[in-house]
């Protein structure tokens, strides 16, 4: 008598999909190192001069961290209560910060000390910003007004009070220290020029506003609210170039990347949305582990930090080609690396040879053995579902029947089960029938699950609906491959006249020929 051997899973191919160029180029940033913080990550700046320092504001502190080594370089904690949008002046020796206090704090980061104190509003500040003379403030509250400071000397220079609810999002022309936009809860964009201290523009975004910046030039005003992204242009009073829909939850954030021209979307669907801005298009998508309130990237991409509501912070740093950006490789001599080879010989623990499956799956394996080995194929089948349904793995089910079938065992594993398990069975091939490597075997499969049921499925309606589902996946199966068999011929054809055209013989063979075979008399 033979010896037992194990069902052993087999390992299919996985299919890759082909890589983007976009996706090539995400590929270049380092692997993210993850901050914690104690709560909803507010806000995250990144400062536009080397070493690209990123402030993070959250509670009450604005923090300051270095790229490299994710350390906290400066920390700015001068606040009372809980602090909002800390950004960086242009040359990044300055930062503003708003908060609940209704007031904008002026700090200095080389030495941490606070420098103003911006005192006029009545409600929490959100979001502040430098104009681009560095020489002004811009500020939204939710008092349901903005404003714009004069920093030497403490004062409003203008104040603005035409939105009915939060101004909770902001940005600063990047050509007119004149030009200011806001965006409210009221679901209005205003564009105010300073030098007539009025509306100069009001866009209707149709949901309550949670981000507003400039492209590169200031033409173009990118408003994000709800799941929409509008895209205006300032120079042609406002009109509304187009509206897209990137994200199924709210929009809570953008940024300009790679020199204004990829747009970046984060919301609270988890994921961070890169649009091309030639032409509005989505090129490419980052996935987060929990929804996003703030993005900040370095104009060049050097820097991407990304900020959650779980207090994490996801930091990369995008690899040139020259190799910087890489973490310095520790150089050992040869000593040094004999002895470091010899302590990871002795500590380095056992790999253990199968490592495709849990302990728990390991102990399901083994039941399917033993039922395999006690013909009982039926008891088999339901265990190797289970697994499917817990883990996901089809190969298992798979590599169960191609073993039932070498058996001759496939019908008595499939008799006799209720009309759940057979809905269950169905639902399995009409998902993974497609599969070029699973469909030969899942055919023979539901050639005999029908053969042995036939008309009796017909009193079971979650077989019944499970069969129908079954039945359109198989007929768009063959639609497609009628189109694929049609494009086939095509480029058959193409070939074919190609290939007639390389070997028929131009004028000027055909003329050689003749006078070879009707030599001249002459």
């Not at 270049?28 to 995250?44: N, Q, V």
């Not at 320092?53 to 604005?62: E, K, L, P, Q």
């Amino acid at each position: 008598m033979g010896t037992f051997k194990p069902l052993n899973t087999k390992v299919f191919t996985k299919t890759e999909p082909e890589l983007s160029d976009e996706a090539i180029y995400w590929k270049k940033f380092t692997a993210p190192a993850i901050l914690k913080d104690f709560g909803p990550i507010d806000y995250i700046d990144v400062n536009p001069n080397d070493p690209y320092h990123f402030a993070v504001t959250c509670s009450v502190r604005v923090q300051i961290f270095n790229p490299v080594t994710k350390a906290v370089y400066k920390s700015l904690t001068r606040f009372k209560e809980t602090a909002y949008g800390g950004k960086f002046r242009h040359d990044g020796k300055l930062i503003c910060a708003g908060g609940d206090e209704a007031e904008v704090k002026l700090f200095d980061v080389g030495s941490k000390n606070l420098l103003r104190i911006f005192k006029g509003h009545e409600g929490p500040v959100h979001r502040c910003f430098f104009c681009i003379n560095n020489s002004q403030l811009f500020s939204c509250s939710d008092d349901k007004s903005a404003a714009v400071w004069d920093i030497a000397s403490e004062k409003i220079v203008a104040q603005y009070r035409d939105h009915t609810d939060y101004v909770r999002a902001g940005a600063v022309s990047p050509v007119s220290a004149d030009i200011v936009v806001s965006g409210s809860y009221d679901k209005k964009v205003m564009m105010f020029d300073t030098r007539t201290n009025e509306v100069a523009l009001t866009l209707d975004h149709g949901a309550p506003v949670e981000s507003v910046i400039f492209n590169k030039t200031g033409s173009i005003i990118i408003s994000a609210g709800g799941t929409d992204i509008c895209f205006w242009d300032a120079l042609a009073g406002g009109k509304l170039l187009s509206r897209i829909t990137p994200h199924h939850k709210t929009i809570t954030c953008l940024a300009m990347a790679s020199d204004g021209l990829r747009l970046l979307s984060g919301g609270l669907d988890k994921r961070v949305r890169v649009t091309d801005m030639t032409d509005l298009q989505p090129a490419h998508v980052l996935n987060y582990s929990s929804p996003i309130l703030s993005i900040g990237i370095e104009s060049n991409d050097k820097v991407l930090a990304v900020g959650m509501v779980d207090g994490l912070v996801s930091v990369s740093r995008k690899i040139e080609e020259d190799g910087k950006g890489k973490t310095p490789r520790i150089r050992y001599t040869l000593r040094e690396w004999r002895k470091r080879e010899q302590k990871l010989r002795e500590f380095e623990p056992l790999q253990e040879a199968d490592t495709t499956f849990t302990e728990k799956e390991r102990q399901m394996m083994s039941n399917i053995d033993r039922y395999l080995r006690s013909y009982r194929y039926s008891k088999a089948l339901d265990v190797a579902m289970a697994m499917y349904n817990t883990k996901r793995k089809a190969e298992s089910v798979v590599t169960l029947v191609q073993e039932l079938i070498r058996r001759k065992g496939l019908a008595t594993a499939l008799a006799g089960k209720d009309d759940h398990e057979i809905a269950k069975i169905l639902k399995f091939f009409s998902k993974h029938i497609g599969n070029f490597e699973y469909m030969p075997t899942l055919i023979d499969a539901t050639n005999t699950l029908i053969d042995i049921y036939g008309e009796e499925i017909n009193d079971m309606p979650m077989a019944l609906d499970a069969c129908n589902n079954l039945l359109s996946t198989i007929h768009d199966e063959e639609q497609l491959t009628v189109k694929l068999l049609e494009l086939q011929g095509a480029m058959e054809m193409l070939k074919i006249a190609s290939d007639s055209h390389k070997l028929a013989p131009t004028s000027n063979d055909d003329s050689s020929v003749i006078t070879e075979e009707f030599p001249s008399t002459l």
